[in-house]
Structure formats: structure tokens, C-alpha cells
């Protein structure tokens, strides 16, 4: 069965850290681009970081640059999203996904395979 799952997550303090894995099964993810979107309750997902098949190319949203970094690891079939000096208005549910990036990085389209999302909670 072809999935990713999200895992990481939770509720942290502003100002806080979280590292967020996604991991697949049933493919693996030397050749695809990964993307990660979030969405907040009543607003669309939106893009929040992408990372390239080989690492070589990471892409981010303004709202995230200097606070969050991506990264992957193929050997472990695993990318991760550390988010750190996280705000309360980072609060989300947070997904992975895997494509390949021919547009713009944030286009959801390009994206065929989710995850089924984790939420992340920036709360005192």
C-alpha cells in the first residue's frame, strides 16, 4: 500500500520546536519531490516548504524562511520539517505529499500522494 504518514506533531508553546517526519511505505521517495502544506480551520492549505528528489533544491514559504527547514533522508525513506520560533498562527493540521515539481512548488496539483495530516497546536 502506497502511503505516507506524518508523525511528530503536537501542542508547543510559542516560541517552541517541533520536528516533523513523513515517512513512506510501499514506494520510495529517491525521485519524488516532497511538499509540505498545512491547512488552518475555515482558511485553504497552503504551501509551506518543498524539498527536491535529491535534496539539492528547498523551497519556502515567506511566512516560514529563517523558522523552518527541510530536509530528507532517502536511506530512511523519510523527510522531515523542523519548525522552530514556532507562532500561534502556525497552528494547523500539517501534510506531506510526493510529486514532482515542473511549476511552482506550491501548486497542490503537483502533488499525487498525501499524507493523512498531523496536527500542530502553538498555544500558552
Known amino acids: 500500500q502506497v502511503q505516507l504518514v506524518e508523525s511528530g506533531g503536537g501542542l508547543v508553546q510559542p516560541g517552541g520546536s517541533l520536528r516533523l517526519s513523513c515517512a513512506a511505505s510501499g514506494f520510495t521517495l529517491d525521485y519524488a519531490a516532497i511538499g509540505w502544506f498545512r491547512q488552518a480551520p475555515g482558511k485553504e492549505r497552503e504551501g509551506v516548504s518543498a524539498?527536491?528528489?535529491?535534496?539539492?533544491?528547498?523551497y519556502y514559504a515567506d511566512f516560514v524562511k529563517g523558522r523552518f527547514t527541510v530536509s530528507r533522508d532517502n536511506a530512511k525513506n523519510t523527510v522531515y520539517l523542523q519548525m522552530n520560533s514556532l507562532k500561534p498562527e502556525d497552528t494547523a493540521v500539517y501534510y506531506c505529499a510526493s510529486g514532482v515539481i515542473l511549476g511552482t512548488w506550491n501548486n497542490v496539483h503537483q502533488y499525487d500522494v498525501w499524507g493523512q495530516g498531523i496536527q500542530v497546536t502553538v498555544s500558552s
Open positions: 524539498i527536491s528528489s535529491t535534496g539539492g533544491r528547498t
